[in-house]
């Protein structure tokens, strides 16, 4: 994830930072002082693009002892002007780079052609992160007219560890991983219907939005959710070419060795 830090001056979406991809994978970071702090950032998207939209909260006082009604309200606005106050519906720890996070919501969509707006509104002293988009690669953020270079300039060759969630919560410079991949322990915290991560031959897929689409019944995919698929896998369709292309667009990454 790149991180981004929303800025004192970020009050509106139209001020704050634009993502120049939105599937490229941000963390963007709002923290307040306190209730009413607004803040905000923008996001382009093509039409059909994947929209992921992720809300998280370190697992610490005071954002952990919060009410949902007390945790900053995230407002997101199509291009088309459909605005959408987005539910917390879980909270599930996601373990990273020695800090515990919660996933309050987790959104998708496919996108409309434009730029989508986020407002963040605090109701407390709070900081949360929005990880935006999934791609690890290096993406650009604007800031007025001026294009800043990612404010940390990953070399693209290497793929940051995680997908789906993490965030540094300063902007320090990433620490350089000596491991890359998706670890065991993220597989397991997606171990269920709604959000479902499987092994399979050294490779984290997010088998999600298949589980309904499976020829051979849902059931068969949520068994997978959270463990290592590949001898279920192998053994159904070790010879079979199409279950192959299939799960090769679900593709995270590597699994962590
Ligand atoms: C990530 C895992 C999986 C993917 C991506 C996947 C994909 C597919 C695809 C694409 C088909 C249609 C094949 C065709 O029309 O040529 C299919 C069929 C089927 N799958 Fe899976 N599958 C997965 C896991 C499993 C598992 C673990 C089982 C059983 C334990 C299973 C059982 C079946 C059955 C019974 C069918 C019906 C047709 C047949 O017998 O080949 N699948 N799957």
Redesign the pocket.
Known sequence: HQPVDLLKTDTTAAKGPLLVDGTISYAVRAAFSKAGEKKGFRAAFAQGDGLSVEYLIVDKKPENSLRPTQLPTLVMTSPKGTSLTIKFTERTKFPYSGVNYLYLARYQAVAEAGEYSFLVTAKRKASIILSVGVKEIPGEVLRGAKPTPSLTPAPATTPTPTPSAAATSTPAPAPAPTKVGYTMAQVRANNSASNCW?V?DDSV?D?TK?INS????SG??V??CGTD?SS??S???GN????????SS?RLGPLEK
Request: aromatic share 14%; charged share 5%.
């Open positions: 499987s399979i897929y088998l298949w499976h020829p051979g019944g068969a995919i068994g997978l698929g279920a896998f053994a159904k369709h079979q070419s199409r279950p192959a292309a299939q799960l679900y």
